[in-house]
């Protein structure tokens, strides 16, 4: 219902053009939310416009709940989608969901693409399965816990259709980044088993804040995790590991037996042989002189802790190489002690676990203008990762990122909106926001009146910003949001200004609708 939109126009000589003539979203009411968007376009030419709010209401009656996190979404094929929703609630609060016991749960929503707004809403999850040891168990009530990041693989990640093996099921991939005792998750989202949430025991336990599958077609499945647990120097104990699941599908058994989620084995990656990440410039890793690195891949109890592990994306590109980011912490004042980083990492056999890999540093947090706190990410059809901050609670606001990794440009795209996020401000919310569970979803548009996929890159993701609400059901604030993205990316916000000054022609437009 609400969008805001930047936009530069520059008048020059020769003639100056961006995609803003273009059409980001259809002409009307947008969305079913009743606040404005919470995060502010800084990319020229970017659109951000929010489709629903916490507290807000499905045309079902169904309500938004805070603490938004990771997402997925599929194309229902009669001009409507939908949005699978993690929501990071812990254990003991918030209502009793569809599976017996308050907690975290997943939304499911069902979005019309004509006009973006939330037809129904509903709880995902109807039952759980867990673990006992020889297989899985039908557990009633079971309270979960913090579900971060997520992924809604493509339906190769689990089905490889020239060999018939695996299973068309989509199964919506999440953990409790809940300590070390938490649990990894397939969720199945599609087919006769939808609803069935069922504990992937295969990756092991850790405070997981994303579980990702490599979605390529393949006999073999592979599965990448990450421990969002800070080692705080611990060299010793299994704290901020990246965990690989190596598994083969099969062409019977269950679901998740077809899947390849039953009988695979987890490595930790392990670089160079070191137990710990620095804050050095290599990363106390022997990274050489172009910030790569060989790992092995161990099952003996070792490997590497990085300093905090947050989210992990299969890259576009190339089927055997992932992105991750560590987060660290937040330092405003000494750029020097900034250490959130980007990691590539590259499988030298997917079939082959002793093969192990390579590790690039592809961003590094020690420079000054990095990103800080990178927090969730996504890896674009373009091959770009799309990088969201989270300053935790800081007066800095939070960011949305987007960095090439071939021409390792790095552009800043949105932030959060200081009318609300900075102390002071006339809407003030609160100062510990954070954006997350960003998701190329510009598949769902291609073709459809008032979009442009040829000008726009399209990107779902959400805020959650973390104050009480006074319904304890809600328990904080949050935004679902969709942002249209420039594509080709306009000049740079520094190049243009030094256009401006040549010509002494500029004009700066900023619009906000019904605020």
Known sequence: MFRKTAIILALVAAGYATTASA????????????????QDPVLPGTDITALLSVGDAAGNGYRMVGIPDGLGTYDNGDGTFTVLMNHE??????AVRAHGADGAFVSEWIVRKSDLHVLSGSDL????????????????????????????????????????????TRFFMNGEENGPTGRAFAIAATGAEKGNAYEFTGIGNASWENIVARPFADDRTVVIGT??????????????????????????????????????????????????????ADAGLGLDSTGKASFELVDDGTGTNFLRPE??????????????????GLDSTDPTSRTSRLWRITLNDVNDPSAGGVIELMIDGLQAGQPQMM????????????????????????????FNPETRALTEVSQHDPDRFLIGGVDFLTQDEESSGIVDVTYLFDGVDGYDVSAYRYFLLDVQAHYANTDPALVEGGQLMLMAVPVP????VSLMAGVFALTGLSIGLRRRRNR
């Open 489 to 492: 990316e306009p000049s740079s």
């Open 311 to 328: 989210d992990v994306s299969w890259d576009t590109q190339n089927p055997d190489r992932a992105y991750f980011v560590t987060t660290d």
């Open 23 to 38: 059409t980001t979203f259809p002409a009307g009411s947008l969305g079913s939310s009743s606040q404005s968007a919470y």
């Open 89 to 94: 609630l812990r254990a003991g609060s918030g």
């Open 227 to 280: 421990d969002d647990t800070h080692p705080n120097g611990d060299a010793v104990n299994a704290k901020g590991r990246v965990t690989l699941y190596f598994g083969d599908k099969q062409d019977s058994g269950t679901e998740l037996e077809k899947a390849g989620l039953t009988n695979g084995h987890a490595y930790a990656i392990k670089v160079n042989g070191a137990a710990l990440e620095s804050r050095t």
């Open 375 to 402: 927090d969730n990410i996504t890896v674009d059809a373009d091959g770009n990762v799309m990088i969201q901050e989270d300053v935790g609670n800081a007066d800095r606001l939070g960011k949305v990122w987007k």
């Open 125 to 168: 999850i109807q039952n759980v399965y867990l673990g006992n040891g020889t297989g899985y168990q039908l557990t009633a009530n079971v309270s979960l816990s913090r579900f971060c990041s997520a992924d809604l693989p493509s339906v190769d990640a689990f089905y490889n259709a020239s060999s018939g093996k695996g299973t068309t």
